[in-house]
């Protein structure tokens, strides 16, 4: 490591990852990757909040994203606890909503995204 204690090549940055991420609880890493999820779920519906924004809506992409995250949500809610799961069935019932009202018509009942984890949306 250099007088500063940064690491400066490729391996002292791997190892001070590693030890990073060591340090991190599953339970916050569960969580931020169901918020990047959400986020870029939310761009592709529309709900951007600014013009540039929302040009990047493809409701292809945010089907795809919504049902990764029902499936992440589902799967990790028992380990993580019903505080933490809680908040992240909401914010995913609001993408689930924010879709089906963006699409021209609207999916047969269990085919809209993430129904097969979380059951009709409705």
Do not use: Y
Not at 27 to 44: D, G, N, Q, Y
Request: hydrophobic letters at 45%.
């Amino acid at each position: 490591m250099t007088e500063q204690q940064h690491p400066t090549t490729e391996d002292e940055l791997a190892a001070q990852a590693l030890r990073d991420i060591a340090d991190v609880a599953a339970v916050e890493i569960i969580t931020s990757s169901c918020v990047h999820l959400m986020s870029a779920a939310a761009v592709k519906v529309g709900l951007g909040e600014d013009e540039e924004e929302a040009g990047h809506k493809d409701l292809s992409e945010a089907r795809k994203l919504i049902t990764a995250l029902a499936g992440l949500v589902v799967a990790a809610a028992p380990e993580i606890g019903n505080e933490h799961a809680r908040s992240l069935r909401d914010g995913l019932r609001s993408l689930q909503l924010a879709f089906a009202e963006a699409l021209p018509f609207p999916d047969a009942p269990g085919e809209a995204p993430g129904e097969k984890w979380t059951g009709r949306i409705s």
